[in-house]
């Protein structure tokens, strides 16, 4: 079974300039994340998704960021102008297992020069 | 405001035991989860306690008092390959989950 696919797993900008993220759950994982996460601290939540609804942005910096999951499957995470403070990791995952864990993605690390 | 603390950083022995401890304070619980991060990888699942008591799973186990609001991860026969960050990360009542900074176990041979 395909794990949780992120893309790009690299990007480098300038600020200013648009970005996008890309992510593919894990298959029949109605709930999606997107994380942020800074070296040496734990990941913070910018949206949750249960299929397509967000049923929690609230920690999603609206002015800059977007995000969308049509179809409640495949979601994009854009930032819009990007900032030098938005560098950082940028993490996916999806909800799923006996437990309800976590399966993350690899994620996309962002420079924003 | 919700909170959780963890030890920024320990280090261990290989072969040794380590313990690392988590303490919450959330409203309200729903479960408490464990998950190791390589350097530059992502979080994977380790272990998962909604019950008070000890889960084990090989060479690691989970412990968990919810009077106390308290946790810890109990590492076995420490191998060179378990230095990596250990999150803690609580949901709470509206199952939303919150993490700790996650605590850096460096292993010495």
């Known amino acids: 079974e395909a794990g949780v696919v992120q893309s790009p797993r690299y990007k480098i900008i300038e600020k200013k300039q648009p970005v996008a993220f890309w992510c593919n759950p894990i298959?029949?994982?109605?709930?999606l994340y997107w994380y942020l996460q800074n070296l040496g601290q734990g990941p913070e939540l910018l949206i949750r998704y249960e299929n397509e609804e967000a049923v929690d942005d609230s920690q999603l910096p609206k002015d800059r960021f977007s995000a969308e999951r049509l179809k409640g499957v495949d979601s994009t995470l854009k930032i819009q102008p990007a900032e030098l403070g938005d560098s950082a990791v940028y993490l996916c995952?999806?909800?799923?297992?006996?437990?309800?864990?976590?399966?993350f993605g690899e994620g996309s690390r962002l420079t924003v020069l | 405001g919700q909170n959780i603390d963890q030890p920024t950083e320990m280090t261990a022995t290989e072969g040794a035991i380590v313990q690392i401890n988590c303490t919450y304070q959330t409203s309200g619980f729903n479960g408490l989860f464990w998950y190791q991060q390589h350097a530059g990888e992502a979080p994977t699942f380790l272990s998962y306690n909604v019950l008070d008591g000890l889960e084990e799973k090989g060479r690691f186990s989970s412990f968990l008092s919810r009077s106390k609001g308290y946790s810890y991860l109990l590492l076995k026969e420490l191998q060179m390959k378990d230095s990596a960050s250990y999150l803690c990360a609580v949901q709470d009542s509206n199952y939303q989950l919150i993490w700790g900074a996650g605590t850096k176990l460096i292993i010495k041979p």
């Open positions: 995952a999806s909800k799923g297992g006996p437990t309800g864990e976590l399966f």
């Open positions: 298959s029949g994982h109605n709930t």
